[in-house]
Nanobody
Framework: QVQLVESGGGLVQAGGSRTLSCAAS????????MAWHRQTPGRQRELVAS???????KYSDVVKGRFTISRDKFKNTVSLQMNSLKPEDTAVYYC????????????WGQGTQVTVSS
């Protein structure tokens, strides 16, 4: 059973930085895409950033230039470096992985809260 475990959430002041990490187990799992999404109450979960197995990266427009996603394929981890944080970045951040032979297996972490105070 694949599990994704996030860490790194917490309280940070506006303008500050925070790094989220996600570790997949078993570490030998093979994912096509690993990504970060976020969700606030009453809103749909939104994609923040993704990175595929070839290293291609996508960012949402609202975080482009401030957030950096990285992936260690050998350790099967994905990280999200968040800089210049804003109160509107406050959300529960979820790690997401897509795997399987047909790339149709979706896995989600339990989420980690990031709160940015003004």
């Amino acid at each position: 059973q694949v599990q994704l475990v996030e860490s790194g959430g917490g309280l940070v002041q506006a303008g500050g930085s925070r790094t989220l990490s996600c570790a997949a187990s078993p570490s030998t799992s093979n994912f096509y895409i690993m990504a970060w999404h976020r969700q606030t109450p009453g809103r749909q979960r939104e994609l923040v950033a993704s990175i595929d197995s070839a290293g291609a990266i996508k960012y949402s427009d609202v975080v482009k230039g401030r957030f950096t996603i990285s992936r260690d394929k050998f350790k099967n981890t994905v990280s999200l470096q968040m800089n210049s944080l804003k109160p509107e970045d406050t959300a529960v951040y979820y790690c997401h992985a897509i795997g399987g032979y047909f790339r149709d297996e979706h896995y989600w972490g339990q989420g980690t809260q990031v709160t940015v105070s003004s």
